[in-house]
């Protein structure tokens, strides 16, 4: 089973409508960190989490919130979505300690028409 | 801030031919460095990283440089396969103080696809 789980993986909705994506990982780290990636952008970051109760904004937060229910989950909403929000997001978990890779989910496509 | 700039894309090649995808950064810090791939319909996964100076990191035939005196992580492979033909993203990691801890900055991405 894979280690970084995202669901749906794929989700085509219409403007205005409020989205959730989930995350859950089985890894045990306490760090999870929501991104989005656009053609020719690279992955810019929304948020992350270090436990259940830090949560920070990263670069491209405006539009999105989260939730970390528990130390394995972690949801990212679009409360009214648009349609420039199309785009593939990735959830990644990390340990604290220093140098360590994040790993990542295998995403979800959402378009928003 | 912290920005990593990959060389541009897409990049083609045949089976058997040198691969170099050039990676330079910005950091404020001591950065560790990274390169990600991203097959067809999949996440991202680790192929490599370099945690320090002159640390060589390698995988998969893969290899890249930590050079901090070119602000440099270039991604070398001597000959490639199809099956490699995947985005490459080069990342840095600040581990600068505060809430910016394990932070991932990305470069944009290179498309590379290796024809038979």
């Known amino acids: 089973d894979a280690d970084v789980t995202q669901t749906p993986r794929n989700r085509i909705t219409k403007t205005g409508k409020r989205i959730m994506l989930e995350c859950s990982q089985t890894k045990g780290h306490d760090r999870m960190y929501w991104y989005r990636q656009d053609p020719g952008l690279g992955l810019r970051l929304i948020y992350y989490s270090f436990d259940v109760k830090d949560i920070n904004k990263g670069e491209i937060s405006d539009g999105y919130s989260v939730s970390r229910q528990a130390q394995a989950k972690f949801s990212l909403s679009l409360e009214s979505a648009i349609p420039n929000q199309t785009a593939l997001y990735f959830c990644?978990?990390?340990?604290?300690?220093?140098?360590?890779?994040?790993?990542f989910g295998p995403g979800t496509r959402l378009t928003v028409l | 801030g912290d920005s990593v700039t990959q060389m541009e894309g897409p990049v083609t090649l045949s089976e058997e031919a040198f691969l170099t995808i050039n990676c330079t950064y910005t950091?404020?810090?001591?950065?560790?460095l990274f390169w990600y791939v991203q097959y067809p319909g999949e996440g991202l996964q680790l192929l490599l990283k370099?945690?320090?100076?002159?640390d060589k990191g390698s995988n998969k035939g893969f290899e890249a440089t930590y050079r901090k005196e070119t602000t440099s992580f270039h991604l070398e492979k001597g000959s490639v396969q199809v099956s490699d033909s995947a985005v490459y993203f080069c990342a840095l990691s600040d581990p600068g103080s505060g809430t910016s801890y394990g932070k991932l900055t990305f470069g944009q991405g290179t498309i590379l696809t290796v024809h038979p």
């Open positions: 990644a978990t990390r340990t604290g300690q220093n140098y360590n890779e994040q790993f």
């Open positions: 370099a945690t320090k100076a002159d």
């Open positions: 950091a404020t810090g001591y950065p560790s």
